[in-house]
Structure formats: structure tokens, C-alpha cells
């Protein structure tokens, strides 16, 4: 060991250079050996900072010294998962988030949630809402309201309108959820069901047959539960993609619909209103150039006769090879069911609709208004409240799949909304950033005798956005169809 090396561990030395006046360290100082380092801290004395092995921190009162068992490891917290600012780590089922006018009932095996409101119970409350008073109380027309809400909505996106609409017709108002949207029960779809083909598979709950079916359901549900002829039908409001399931329901029973109201519907019209005419042109020319050929054909040489059979010889060959394109048509679109299926039943797809829900859902609701300064707290956290129910990301990918992959064998909605003949509604907003106005005045002009209004300042949300004028014009509507505002004059004059 060093001569410098003992100094510092000597106990007679170490205290006396702590103790030491400032003279007698500036003169140890200046007689101590040379280094071969220099101190970074020139102006504090460096035999200070060695210490004994022996020493403990009551030498040191100004320093804490944490030992290992004051030691505490730094863990960090998980991060809470969250979608549209809806805590995702306790999800409940859809029972629980129950409000206190919900009503459940079973419909093929799928708990559906739905509310209902009757003209005698509101007539009952103390309070009535001062949009409510300016309503005629009680007009009779008698028939039930079945409300139809849209992708992503549910029964909540009618709650302003539900009473005023109850009090108009003088009859009950119902409000459903189909399943994959609000507080329906979410039921799993086996992948089997895609490849079994037998009649004994339940149906699918996502489907458009499913939702068409409940609402029959409920149509006859206050048609059990009233008393009068006229319940027998049912007025369907629809808005945006409800409209598809209010107009396939006519088609499927148009005896049970007594009017459609369509709110921005998200319906394809036709490009062309012309395409109609010129089909039903090209109709008749077939049927007149089929005529003169069979009389020109009885009255010419054989020669025709001959062009004749190979004319039908090539219709029979060209239907043999669309027979066959049909075949391999049907087969890739039996792969690509299959494909899609399974893609949007991995956790690949549930990853990615949780992070577009999180990112566009709130800006999607707000981009519906006109004004989304007015979207209030309220109406985000009716239109988040689903997303608190289990499953609630594989609902809307089963939705998805039974709409991308529907093997209906109807033909398109769209060339068949000439053939309604019920009494028909549609409402737009004028700002509708969703579904244009224009394509809801197109399909206006395409089915016979409907009536067609535009809300102002008004988005894709009429019913929740303008209340009033949504009303008025439905009021308008009913008064002239139904023919009670006639009599009402009369009683009025008399």
C-alpha cells in the first residue's frame, strides 16, 4: 500500500484533517504529494470524501443514504384500453345498461330491447314538454308507429320525437334496436352457418331477413295488444339505413304497412330515371319484332325457316354458356363469402374496427349535424353507451359480413321502388354530408305519388337535429293522406 493510501485509512489522521482549522488544511494542502489526477472540485478538501469502511450515515448529517430495503420498485401502471373515451376493461352485458322505460323480449332466440309509448299515458303525465303542446291532441288516425334507426343509432336517436309522434296519431309509438346496435342482445354466429346449407340453420341475426322479420314482429305485437281494425298496420319511419329495412319489410307484407316515412335514406337511386323508360320501350319493340316475324316467316320461302333454327340454335348455345359463367360466378362468390368471413372474424379485424370507432366515432356523429356545436354530452354518451356491452365490436363485423356477403336472390332495392304503391314520405336535410339530397329527391321521383321534403339547415339527422319542423312535415304528411283534416274543418265550421 502507498504512503498515500495509509493516510487516508489512518484513524488518527482521518478525524484530525474533519477538525482540522483552515490554516492547518491549507498547510497540508500545500505539503501533501503530488497526484497523478486533479479534482474536479479544486475549493472542498479530497481526504474528506474518503471514508471508513466503518462508517455510517450519523457521520453524515446532511446526506440520506436509501438502503435496499427503502427501495421501492418503479411500476408502471397498465394502460386502460378505451374506445371513443368508453372504458373497455368492464364490459357488462347489455341488461344492465337498461334505462327505466326499456322492455325486453325474445324474437328467434335474440333478446331484442325496445321502448314503447302510448297517447293514453302521456295524456296521463303532469308535465308535457312545451314541443309537445303545439301538436293537435289526438287526430285518430289509429294506426302504431314502428321507428327504424339507422347504422351506429338506436332507439335513443328517437327519444325526442317519440311523444309528440304518439300524441299525433293517437296510437302507440315502438322504437327497436336490431341486433348489432344498441342494447339487443349480441349473439355469436358460428362459422359453420356459412357452409350449412340445410333448413334447420337458425337464422342469422345480422341479417336483412332477421331485421325485416322483427319488424313484423313487432306489427303484430300492437296489433295483439290493441283493439282496433286499424292496428292491424303499422306506419315504418325509417332513417338512412332503417329505410332499407322499412322498404323491404313492405315487400315482404305491403298488407301490414299503412304509409312509409323515409328520413335520409341510404338508398341507391338509379343514375337515370330514363333507364326505366327505355326498358319498357326495348319491352314492347321485342314483342312487335317477334309479331312480324312470325308472320313473315309463315308467308316467306324456307330459306328463312333454315335462319330461323340457327338463330335458335345460338340462343341455346348462349344460354348454355351463361349457364355455366352462373356456375363459376356462384362458385367465387361462395370463396369470397368464405374469405370475407373469415377476415372479419379474426382479431385482426376487431383490432381494426375498435381503432376506427375510437378515432372517426365521435367525429362521425358530430359530422352528421349541421351545427356540431350542438351535439351536447347527452347525445355522446347515448351513442357511446353500446360500446359498453361485451362483444360489442363482433356484432358490427357479423353486421358487416351479412351485409357484404348477402345471397339474396331478390333483385336489387333499388329497381324495385316503383312497384310501392303505399302512401311514401321522404324527408332530407339540406346539409346532409352522409346521404346528398339530391339522391333522396331521386328516389322520390322514382316512386309513384310520394311526397318529398327538405328540412333547412338541417344535416343527416332531421329527427333529432330540427324536432319541430321534423314534426310539422310528418303531421302535414299524415293529415294528407289519412283525410281527418277534412273533417276537422267541418267540425270546426259547424
Same mark, same amino acid.
Given at each position: 500500500?502507498?504512503?498515500?493510501?495509509?493516510?487516508? @485509512?489512518?484513524?488518527?489522521?482521518?478525524?484530525? *484533517?474533519?477538525?482540522?482549522?483552515?490554516?492547518?488544511?491549507?498547510?497540508?494542502?500545500?505539503?501533501?504529494?503530488?497526484?497523478?489526477? %486533479?479534482?474536479?472540485?479544486?475549493?472542498?478538501?479530497?481526504?474528506?470524501?474518503?471514508?471508513?469502511?466503518?462508517?455510517?450515515?450519523?457521520?453524515?448529517?446532511?446526506?440520506?443514504?436509501?438502503?435496499?430495503?427503502?427501495?421501492?420498485?418503479?411500476?408502471?401502471?397498465?394502460?386502460?384500453?378505451?374506445?371513443?373515451?368508453?372504458?373497455?376493461?368492464?364490459?357488462?352485458?347489455?341488461?344492465? *345498461?337498461?334505462?327505466?322505460?326499456?322492455?325486453?323480449?325474445?324474437?328467434?332466440?335474440?333478446?331484442?330491447?325496445?321502448?314503447?309509448?302510448?297517447?293514453?299515458?302521456?295524456?296521463?303525465?303532469?308535465?308535457?314538454?312545451?314541443?309537445? %303542446?303545439?301538436?293537435?291532441?289526438?287526430?285518430?288516425?289509429?294506426?302504431?308507429?314502428?321507428? @327504424?334507426?339507422?347504422?351506429?343509432?338506436?332507439?335513443?336517436? =328517437?327519444?325526442?320525437?317519440?311523444?309528440? *309522434?304518439?300524441? @299525433?296519431?293517437?296510437?302507440?309509438?315502438?322504437?327497436?334496436?336490431?341486433?348489432?346496435?344498441?342494447?339487443?342482445?349480441?349473439?355469436?354466429? $358460428?362459422?359453420?352457418?356459412?357452409?350449412?346449407?340445410?333448413?334447420?340453420?337458425? @337464422?342469422?341475426?345480422?341479417?336483412?331477413?332477421?331485421?325485416?322479420?322483427?319488424?313484423?314482429?313487432?306489427?303484430? *305485437?300492437?296489433?295483439?295488444?290493441?283493439?282496433?281494425?286499424?292496428?292491424?298496420?303499422?306506419?315504418?319511419?325509417?332513417?338512412?339505413?332503417?329505410?332499407?329495412?322499412?322498404?323491404?319489410?313492405?315487400?315482404?307484407?305491403?298488407?301490414?304497412?299503412?304509409?312509409?316515412?323515409?328520413?335520409?335514406?341510404?338508398?341507391? /337511386?338509379?343514375?337515370?330515371?330514363?333507364?326505366?323508360?327505355?326498358?319498357?320501350?326495348?319491352?314492347?319493340?321485342?314483342?312487335?319484332?317477334?309479331?312480324?316475324?312470325?308472320?313473315?316467316?309463315?308467308?316467306?320461302?324456307?330459306?328463312?325457316?333454315?335462319?330461323?333454327?340457327?338463330?335458335?340454335?345460338?340462343?341455346?348455345?348462349?344460354?348454355?354458356?351463361?349457364?355455366?359463367?352462373?356456375?363459376?360466378?356462384?362458385?367465387?362468390?361462395?370463396?369470397?363469402?368464405?374469405?370475407?368471413?373469415?377476415?372479419?372474424?379474426?382479431?385482426?379485424?376487431?383490432?381494426?374496427? $375498435?381503432?376506427?370507432?375510437?378515432?372517426?366515432?365521435?367525429? /362521425?356523429?358530430?359530422?352528421? =349535424?349541421?351545427?356540431?356545436?350542438?351535439?351536447?354530452?347527452?347525445?355522446?354518451?347515448?351513442?357511446?353507451?353500446?360500446?359498453?356491452?361485451?362483444?360489442?365490436?363482433?356484432?358490427?363485423?357479423?353486421?358487416?359480413?351479412?351485409?357484404?356477403?348477402?345471397?339474396?336472390?331478390?333483385?336489387?332495392?333499388?329497381?324495385?321502388?316503383?312497384?310501392?304503391?303505399?302512401?311514401?314520405?321522404?324527408?332530407?336535410?339540406?346539409?346532409?354530408?352522409?346521404?346528398?339530397? =339530391?339522391?333522396?329527391?331521386?328516389?322520390? $321521383?322514382?316512386?309513384?305519388?310520394?311526397?318529398?321534403?327538405?328540412?333547412?339547415?338541417?344535416?343527416?339527422?332531421?329527427?333529432?337535429?330540427?324536432?319541430?319542423?321534423?314534426?310539422?312535415?310528418?303531421?302535414?304528411?299524415?293529415?294528407?293522406?289519412?283525410?281527418?283534416?277534412?273533417?276537422?274543418?267541418?267540425?270546426?265550421?259547424?
Amino acid at each position: 500500500m502507498s504512503h498515500y493510501g495509509a493516510l487516508c @485509512l489512518s484513524p488518527q489522521v482521518q478525524p484530525k *484533517l474533519i477538525h482540522s482549522s483552515p490554516t492547518s488544511t491549507a498547510n497540508f494542502r500545500t505539503h501533501r504529494p503530488s497526484l497523478p489526477f %486533479r479534482s474536479h472540485r479544486p475549493s472542498q478538501p479530497l481526504l474528506p470524501q474518503a471514508t471508513s469502511i466503518t462508517s455510517s450515515a450519523a457521520d453524515f448529517p446532511g446526506e440520506h443514504v436509501v438502503g435496499d430495503a427503502e427501495r421501492k420498485p418503479t411500476t408502471r401502471r397498465p394502460k386502460r384500453r378505451s374506445v371513443a373515451g368508453v372504458d373497455q376493461e368492464e364490459l357488462v352485458e347489455p341488461r344492465e *345498461l337498461a334505462d327505466a322505460d326499456s322492455l325486453f323480449c325474445e324474437f328467434n332466440g335474440v333478446e331484442i330491447h325496445y321502448k314503447i309509448c302510448h297517447h293514453a299515458e302521456i295524456a296521463e303525465e303532469e308535465e308535457v314538454r312545451e314541443e309537445d %303542446r303545439r301538436l293537435s291532441p289526438e287526430v285518430a288516425i289509429a294506426f302504431p308507429i314502428i321507428l @327504424l334507426h339507422g347504422f351506429g343509432a338506436s332507439a335513443f336517436s =328517437w327519444d325526442r320525437v317519440m311523444k309528440p *309522434l304518439s300524441r @299525433l296519431v293517437g296510437s302507440k309509438v315502438l322504437a327497436f334496436d336490431r341486433p348489432a346496435f344498441g342494447l339487443t342482445a349480441r349473439r355469436t354466429v $358460428r362459422s359453420g352457418d356459412d357452409d350449412d346449407d340445410s333448413l334447420a340453420r337458425p @337464422l342469422n341475426p345480422y341479417s336483412m331477413t332477421f331485421s325485416v322479420l322483427a319488424t313484423l314482429f313487432f306489427i303484430d *305485437l300492437l296489433a295483439a295488444a290493441g283493439k282496433k281494425e286499424e292496428e292491424e298496420k303499422a306506419i315504418l319511419i325509417g332513417h338512412s339505413a332503417g329505410c332499407l329495412v322499412a322498404v323491404e319489410t313492405y315487400f315482404e307484407a305491403p298488407d301490414r304497412v299503412a304509409a312509409l316515412i323515409l328520413v335520409a335514406p341510404a338508398i341507391v /337511386a338509379p343514375l337515370t330515371l330514363w333507364r326505366i323508360d327505355k326498358e319498357k320501350e326495348m319491352q314492347k319493340g321485342n314483342q312487335n319484332e317477334d309479331g312480324d316475324s312470325n308472320l313473315l316467316i309463315a308467308s316467306l320461302n324456307p330459306f328463312m325457316r333454315i335462319w330461323k333454327a340457327l338463330k335458335n340454335l345460338y340462343i341455346h348455345l348462349l344460354e348454355g354458356v351463361l349457364s355455366i359463367l352462373k356456375g363459376m360466378r356462384d362458385m367465387i362468390f361462395s370463396s369470397y363469402t368464405k374469405a370475407l368471413s373469415a377476415l372479419l372474424r379474426s382479431a385482426f379485424a376487431s383490432m381494426l374496427v $375498435r381503432m376506427i370507432i375510437d378515432k372517426f366515432g365521435i367525429l /362521425a356523429i358530430r359530422y352528421s =349535424w349541421f351545427d356540431p356545436s350542438q351535439v351536447t354530452d347527452h347525445v355522446l354518451q347515448g351513442y357511446t353507451k353500446p360500446l359498453k356491452t361485451k362483444g360489442w365490436e363482433m356484432a358490427l363485423l357479423e353486421y358487416t359480413s351479412a351485409l357484404l356477403t348477402d345471397s339474396s336472390s331478390k333483385p336489387p332495392l333499388s329497381g324495385r321502388l316503383a312497384q310501392i304503391s303505399c302512401p311514401v314520405l321522404i324527408i332530407t336535410g339540406d346539409s346532409d354530408r352522409l346521404v346528398p339530397s =339530391w339522391n333522396a329527391e331521386h328516389i322520390s $321521383r322514382i316512386i309513384p305519388g310520394s311526397s318529398f321534403e327538405v328540412i333547412k339547415n338541417c344535416g343527416h339527422l332531421p329527427h333529432e337535429e330540427r324536432v319541430e319542423e321534423f314534426l310539422f312535415v310528418i303531421e302535414s304528411f299524415l293529415r294528407k293522406v289519412f283525410g281527418f283534416l277534412d273533417d276537422q274543418l267541418i267540425l270546426a265550421a259547424a
